[in-house]
């Protein structure tokens, strides 16, 4: 069974995505406790790394951002052909995307990856990647994605959903219809409810 949903309905994923290898740098601690250092867009990606991620030959690939801006220049006849998508982590800066990319609307996907949901970070990205740099294609949220953020996310310009492995996408798929008339302007309506609506004096 599909845990992707696109569009409003349950579907079959046709891409694969690429995960970079494990680091063999020791991990960081503080206080004798090992954390994510995670939220000011340090870079935590190794040159080796980006040099051993291993790069399917044929199909459709979601790569990750260190990955495409690093060794882009293997991709260009696949870009061209719309067989090169971008993920993301939510700590990442995207503005390293638009220095490389410039024209996002030659990626037929962006990902967005919530490792562990712990704050909105994710909402800020779909907002900023459809006002403010009109990415137009998919853009997807996967990772730790729950069935009570489905609705924010398409609010906030997300178009599919990689539901959490041991979640159902069915039982999610209700959640995008949890509101009717949403009061604030969004992403998907900018438009607040009293302009929606003529209220009869």
Request: glycine residues 4%; neutral net charge.
């Amino acid at each position: 069974m599909s845990n992707l949903i696109i569009n409003n309905a349950v579907a079959n994923d046709e891409w694969t995505l690429v995960n970079l290898p494990a680091s063999q740098i020791a991990e960081r601690k503080q206080a004798g406790k090992v954390v994510l250092f995670k939220l000011t867009g340090e870079n935590t990606v190794t040159n080796e790394q980006i040099a051993g991620t291993v790069i399917p030959a044929t199909g459709k690939i979601i790569l990750p951002l260190s990955v495409f801006i690093t060794r882009k220049v293997e991709f260009q006849a696949r870009i061209a052909s719309n067989d090169i998508g971008v993920w993301i982590d939510t700590h990442e800066v995207l503005e390293c995307l638009i220095e490389n990319q410039a024209d996002l609307n030659v990626l037929p996907i962006i990902a967005v990856h919530v490792e562990r949901f712990a704050d909105g970070r994710i909402f800020s990205l779909g907002t900023l990647l459809r006002t403010r740099y009109a990415f137009k294609n998919e853009l997807r949220a996967f990772g730790d994605v729950l069935r009570d953020q489905l609705f924010f996310l398409k609010r906030s310009g997300f178009t599919s959903y990689l539901i959490r492995a041991d979640r159902s996408a069915e039982d999610a798929l209700a959640s995008l219809k949890d509101f009717t008339k949403p009061y604030q302007g969004a992403v998907d309506n900018p438009n607040p409810v009293f302009k929606r609506y003529n209220r009869a004096v």
